[in-house]
T-cell receptor, first 114, second 115 residues
Framework: GAGVSQSPSNKVTEKGKDVELRCDPISGHTALYWYRQSLGQGLEFLIYFQGNSAPDKSGLPSDRFSAERTGGSVSTLTIQRTQQEDSAVYLC????????????FGPGTRLTVL | AQSVTQLDSHVSVSEGTPVLLRCNYS??????LFWYVQHPNKGLQLLLK??????LVKGINGFEAEFKKSETSFHLTKPSAHMSDAAEYFC?????????????FGAGTRLAVHP
């Protein structure tokens, strides 16, 4: 596609529910990143996928957070048993490969946990 | 470890006057540096990037930034502000070790442009 897309654009859920956030990277991009943007914490790295390598999960804040990337393309970020502090904008970015360090961001998913 | 510090959380200018958004970085090697802009309810858009070529980098919408190694700075400037420049600006350094390229963001500077 023309850019990184994310769905849904907005998600409101109740505390304790599970949510799934989806990211479609730019076609052909081998690297995919998830970031979180929240008041007070700014923009923080969550997880990184590169090709078929094991993902770097070092930024995930707790074991309630997980992500997968199927077929080297679409990625899903899952948050289990959501808490109010999970409320944030979740951003996905993709990068074309080792020859470039420019990441292109999607519009984000705004998650609100009531 | 890499880090960036944006020296101003808010900057307010009048339309037609120059813009200066300040950024200092910390890096153990020659860094890749970026400025991203985020308009309200929009995604992050790349303004410009520095990757060890020319120290003066020109970006979109008339913005430019100068890499100064001696000052560990990468300030963003524009000669004449436009109302449409009102947004939040992020200075970013890349953890480029091994092609990893995790981005480390500054806290952001909110730019207000007044008529």
């Amino acid at each position: 596609g023309a850019g990184v897309s994310q769905s849904p654009s907005n998600k409101v859920t109740e505390k304790g529910k599970d949510v799934e956030l989806r990211c479609d990277p730019i076609s052909g991009h081998t690297a995919l990143y998830w970031y979180r943007q929240s008041l007070g914490q700014g923009l923080e790295f969550l997880i990184y996928f590169q090709g078929n390598s094991a993902p770097d999960k070092s930024g995930l804040p707790s074991d309630r957070f997980s992500a997968e990337r199927t077929g080297g393309s679409v990625s899903t970020l899952t948050i289990q048993r959501t808490q109010q502090e999970d409320s944030a904008v979740y951003l996905c970015a993709s990068r074309g490969g080792f020859s470039t360090d420019t990441q292109y961001f999607g519009p984000g998913t705004r998650l609100t946990v009531l | 470890a890499q880090s960036v510090t944006q020296l101003d959380s808010h900057v307010s200018v009048s339309e037609g006057t120059p813009v200066l958004l300040r950024c200092n970085y910390s890096s153990s090697y020659s860094p890749s540096l970026f400025w991203y802009v985020q308009h309200p309810n929009k995604g992050l858009q790349l303004l410009l990037k520095y990757t060890s070529a020319a120290t003066l980098v020109k970006g979109i919408n008339g913005f430019e930034a100068e890499f100064k190694k001696s000052e560990t700075s990468f300030h963003l400037t524009k000669p004449s502000a436009h109302m449409s420049d009102a947004a939040e600006y992020f200075c970013v350094v890349s953890d480029g070790s091994g092609g990893y390229n995790k981005l480390i963001f500054g806290a952001g500077t909110r730019l207000a442009v007044h008529p």
